[in-house]
């Protein structure tokens, strides 16, 4: 939706072993849109309107570690994951999710899920 996780490896001095995961935030363009939109929105259209507004300003608000958070969370259910996101396996499962990131990639990502979880639970 707003936010797009990648991982890159294609960067002069990067390699499988050592490579990152980039944040691409578009939060504020689809808010633009949305707030014309609701500028001409007839009164049938205003509660969604507003509704998706409120969504994207909650992801516009994310953190980085947040949006990387909910990123590893979606991955490992893209796989079928359902353990602990603390586990070797979570680990080996979000490299089976994204073939490309390294296992240290892997080991950060998955520390920074771990650590939201405990700041965010929900």
Known sequence: MAVRLSPMTGITGL?????FVLAIRDADLIAGALRRALAEASPQERPGLERAAALVESTAAATETQLR?????SRLAAVGFTGDIASVAAVKALRQAERKLSLLAAVQLQREAVADA???PE
Not at 15 to 19: A, F, I, L, P, Q
Not at 69 to 73: D, G, I, K, L, Y
């Open 69 to 73: 958070a909910r990123w590893v969370r």
């Open 118 to 120: 405990a700041a965010h």
């Open 15 to 19: 390699s499988e072993k050592n490579n």
